[in-house]
């Protein structure tokens, strides 16, 4: 479903991701772990196309589509969904009036009928469920006021609804509550199918406690050192990161972080 | 350019809808303005006396502030001076006798109003709204007459008013802006032609919606249009007004009067949806939108709101106001002001505390895009006798690109210590990080910034009558379209 070959970028001149290489099958999950600064939520950034990175060599592939060719909107339309590690707020904008725009647009864009106020509603109620937020949650302004921790879950709701096929997740794991994160590990588990996969880009090793990857990876300094299965999580969480700097540093000197 | 520039300009290019001209003979005078233009104008219209005599006192006060200080200067707008001579003051569409009924009206102007929205015929009516349609300088229909009549409710348009009404005109003509009010203000008074008079009799509740929906048609007119409401003791009125012009290069004015009496436990709602031609996207053309909006709340515990959706005219100078004259009476506003390519707008409102516990709530919102001016400018005063006036203003900006200003400049004036006057002001911008989240769900640039803007209007829209408001909405995304970077 996606693959990436040698991919190089970066922000402000400054090159950040150093020749990434990842394939992703559907059914797939993958956790793409690593220290602060490795560039995992560049990575996630350059996958959704923040204007802001620069893509400088390399290339990606996703349903047989050059992705870096798509803008960004039409990357969320052919079915790519990025959690944001920040959530945005968008003051006067009610959730369900952005859901409702999202995916109207996005069925749109493939072809299929918009969903009127009632299915949408209806939709958006059972998917509440998920991520045991109540109804009062709809009506509020994105993520305005929010909660770290209701933000992160507003996340979760948004893949819920739209349902993508690929779902990247930026550090959804960051900041929350032990209860917090079961909701939302919770929520991501059962959005698991054949059909989709999921990037887990993580720092630690806690939320795949609750989602079992098919593979980790392991960023550093731009480039993925190391992959296994998931055991491999439970390595670094035992030994930390300095054990996966010290065998990268015994073969090649590390460039600036 | 930064993305948001670029993706706010490409969200803000579409033709304006309503530049069309209709090709109908009109019975216009020739240009300039003395006094012979004045008894032109009034015989025309055939004015009784006082009418005539009002129109010469208005004249010549303008004439000594014309030789004198001239126009307004402290408003923050520039324009080229207006040559006040080269200006048609009257001009209508050449009907051969006053049309008594749709039939008699031409065709072409019943047209004009269809393709603008405002069907006048019997079957197309809007259900609800009663219409008083301006062509230029004169009103050709005016819908549901007879039906508010049964109520006592009298609708038509000024120039009627003047013929069958005239102790109600010569009572409150004047009576909330004298034609001494200011430059523009005095103008209107000498050669407005026509507008709205609209009167709803003791504890009488105005079953549907008055509208008035002026058109400029000619070119090198002028309109100058002038609407009084009287709102009895007890009784209670929803009006609204809307706005279109063709498509011009040359500039046109437009300083219109709009007087509002609210006695005793009178509630008066007045609504405007101000779409004139804004000029293309150098800043060539659109309407010169001068205008005074004023209403009087006389009565204790009347009420007068406004709510104003400006995103027309090259240059806006309006500040629909409040005199909060009886004691427990309420004056609102609420106003969104869009600015796109060069437009400039200077708008606001006054408050004028005088009875006791009064109360005004000002909430205004100001879209500044492209190379757009947006200035807030208001005027909170409570008198001496004013003991516990209330008052509660936010002014809120939003910013659309980097070549685009917003001002707010709030002025207060408290003359009695137990009055309590709230003043909150903000400022924000779309930003980058904001696009990105919509478009990373599937929402378009376009839709994204619409919806922003939209939810930061909210607030406003909800005083505005539900059909209108859907309008409103449409409105902004359209105006949007176009120029900003």
């Known amino acids: 479903m996606l693959s990436i070959r040698s991919l190089h970028a970066g922000v402000e001149g400054r090159e950040i991701l150093r020749g990434i290489d990842l394939e992703v099958k559907a059914g797939e999950v993958h956790a793409v772990m690593g220290p602060n600064g490795s560039g995992k939520s560049t990575l996630a950034q350059v996958l959704a196309g923040h204007p802001a990175y620069a893509v400088t060599a390399g290339e990606v592939r996703y349903d047989g589509q050059n992705l870096l060719e798509l803008s960004p909107e039409d990357r969320a339309r052919a079915g790519v969904f990025l959690a944001f590690q920040y959530p945005v707020e968008i003051p006067g904008v009610s959730t369900a009036q952005f859901l409702k725009a999202a995916i109207n647009e996005i069925r749109t864009r493939q072809g299929q009928e918009e969903l009127d106020a009632i299915e949408f509603l209806a939709l958006l109620r059972e998917k509440l469920a998920l991520v045991e937020m109540d109804q009062s949650f709809i009506s509020r302004a994105v993520n305005e006021g929010f909660s770290g921790g209701e933000k992160k879950r507003n996340e979760i709701l948004q893949l819920a609804v739209l349902k993508p096929k690929l779902a990247i997740l930026d550090e959804t794991d960051s900041g929350l509550d032990i209860d917090a994160l079961r909701i939302v590990a919770h929520g991501v588990d059962a959005l698991r199918t054949p059909d989709n996969a999921m990037i887990l880009v993580t720092h630690y090793q806690r939320l795949l406690n609750y989602i079992t990857p098919d593979y980790v990876h392991v960023l550093f300094n731009g480039r993925i050192v190391k992959s296994g299965g998931k055991e491999l999580a439970l390595e670094l969480e035992a030994k930390g990161y300095d054990w996966i700097k010290d065998e990268v540093g015994a073969v090649e000197p590390l460039g600036a972080a | 350019m930064s993305t948001t520039a670029k993706t706010v300009e490409a969200a803000v290019n579409r033709e304006y809808e309503w530049g069309f001209v209709t090709d109908i003979e009109a019975d216009a005078i020739a240009p300039g303005l003395n006094e012979d233009i004045i008894r032109l104008i009034s015989s025309k219209k055939n004015e009784p006396e006082f009418m005539l005599e009002w129109r010469l006192r208005a004249y010549r006060h303008w004439v000594k502030m014309d030789k004198g200080a001239g126009e307004p200067r402290w408003a923050n707008v520039t324009h080229p001076p207006i040559d006040y001579q080269s200006i048609v003051y009257y001009s209508a569409p050449k009907q051969n006798t006053a049309p008594g009924s749709l039939e008699e009206v031409d065709p072409k102007l019943l047209q004009t109003f269809e393709k603008l929205g405002i069907p006048l015929g019997e079957q197309k009516r809007l259900t609800g709204v009663a219409v008083d349609a301006v062509f230029d300088s004169v009103s050709v229909a005016t819908t549901f007459k007879g039906k508010l009549a049964e109520l006592g409710i009298i609708f038509c348009s000024f120039s009627e008013a003047v013929q069958n009404h005239p102790d109600l005109i010569e009572k409150y003509l004047g009576s909330v802006v004298p034609y001494t009010d200011n430059f523009f203000a ?264 619409s919806m922003i803007v939209n939810g930061f209007c909210k607030d406003v829209f909800k005083n505005l009558p539900m059909e209108f408001a859907v309008e409103a909405s449409k409105l902004l995304g359209v105006s949007l379209e176009g120029g900003v970077g």
């Not at chain 2, 103008?187 to 105005?206: E, H, M, Q, W």
């Not at chain 2, 048609?217 to 709102?231: C, D, K, M, P, Y």
């Not at chain 2, 309006?318 to 004259?325: E, F, G, N």
Request: proline share 3%; with cysteine; glycine share 10%.
């Open chain 2, 186 to 449: 005095s103008l209107n008074s000498a050669v407005f032609t026509d507008g709205s008079f609209c009167y709803i009799p003791k504890g009488v509740r105005c079953p549907m919606e008055l509208s008035t929906y002026f058109r400029i048609n000619a070119a090198g007119s002028g309109q100058f249009e002038r609407t009084l409401i009287v709102a009895d003791e007890g009784s209670y009125v929803s009006y609204l007004e809307g706005c279109t012009a063709p498509m011009r290069d040359e500039n046109q004015l437009h300083a219109a009067v709009v007087e509002l009496v609210a006695l005793e436990n009178a509630q008066i709602k007045y609504a405007t949806i101000q779409n004139w031609y804004a000029g293309d996207q150098e800043g060539r053309g659109g309407i010169y939108n001068f205008v005074t909006k004023r209403g009087k709340c006389v009565g204790r515990r009347s009420k007068i709101s406004w709510t104003q959706v400006e995103t027309g005219s090259a240059i806006t100078w309006k500040y629909p106001s409040v005199i909060l004259q009886g004691d427990d009476s309420v004056g609102e506003f609420y106003s969104v002001a869009l600015v796109n390519n060069y437009q400039q707008a200077d708008t606001g409102t006054k408050m004028i505390h005088i009875g006791k516990n009064t109360r005004s709530t000002i909430l205004s919102k100001g879209i500044s895009a492209g190379h757009g001016n947006n200035t807030y400018r208001g005027l909170v005063k409570v008198l001496p006798r004013a003991e516990h006036a209330r008052n509660r203003t936010q002014c809120d900006s939003l910013l659309l690109g980097d070549r685009c200003g917003a001002h707010t400049t709030p002025y207060i004036e408290v003359a009695n210590p137990t009055a309590s006057v709230e003043h909150e002001a903000s400022t924000a911008k779309i930003s980058e990080d904001q696009l990105f989240y919509c478009k990373q769900r599937g929402i378009s640039a376009e839709n994204a910034v």
